[in-house]
T-cell receptor, first 114, second 111 residues
């Protein structure tokens, strides 16, 4: 079965650079989520999209933006990168009409800011 | 205060032991409940959905107590491969289908 696809898997950037992460949700899932997970922490919710519209916003810095495109893939854009942005970034998708409605995660994109 | 609270552990248990984790949630409007397993530097993966009637999957049993707003996970006959962090996750469909995470409970199963 198709899973959530994220790219790139690993990314190394310098401070003040820009990074873009991509996510392809599971087909027919209507909601996409972005999470940031630092070492030893639980996933922190950044932002979500329902049917390509931003549905909720969490602790996403103003330097970050995200969108969901007509083909349902989503991108997280991060600018003016800081050392503290180094983390695992997970994309996840879910379906509101699915029987159990659980969250499916991609394998994550590991960002290292030097 | 976090919406979902878990004991971070670590729980250090020998192989074959039975171990139980609890999790409490603060919002009674929460609708769906899950246990996820996360291995180091990997994505969380669904272990079990949790139902009011309780559910069992092999060595794993999950219970939900809506009145007391807590969820439990019981692991019997622990295996070395059970070593991981277990995340309690709660969903509120009518709050933008938002998922709330506990901080995770770390389990170390020792030989």
């Amino acid at each position: 079965a198709a899973g959530v696809i994220q790219s790139p898997r690993h990314l190394i950037k310098e401070k003040r650079e820009t990074a873009t992460l991509k996510c392809y949700p599971i087909p027919r899932h209507d909601t996409v989520y972005w999470y940031q997970q630092g070492p030893g922490q639980d996933p922190q919710f950044l932002i979500s999209f329902y049917e390509k519209m931003q549905s909720d916003k969490g602790s996403i810095p103003d330097r970050f933006s995200a969108q969901q495109f007509s083909d349902y893939h989503s991108e997280l854009n991060m600018s003016s990168l800081e050392l503290g942005d180094s983390a695992l970034y997970f994309c996840a998708s879910s379906s509101r009409v699915a029987n159990t409605g659980e969250l499916f995660f991609g394998e994550g994109s590991r960002l290292t800011v030097l | 205060r976090k919406e979902v609270e878990q004991d971070p552990g670590p729980f250090n248990v020998p192989e074959g032991a039975t171990v139980a984790f609890n999790c409490t949630y603060s919002n009674s409007a929460s609708q769906s409940f899950f246990w996820y397993r996360q291995d180091c530097r990997k994505e969380p993966k669904l272990l079990m959905s949790v139902y009011s009637s309780g559910n069992e999957d092999g060595r794993f049993t999950a219970q939900l107590n809506r009145a007391s707003q807590y969820i439990s996970l019981l692991i019997r006959d622990s295996k070395l491969s059970d070593s991981a962090t277990y995340l309690c996750v709660v969903n509120r469909l009518y709050n933008f289908n938002k998922f709330y995470f506990g901080s995770g409970t770390k389990l170390n199963v020792k030989p």
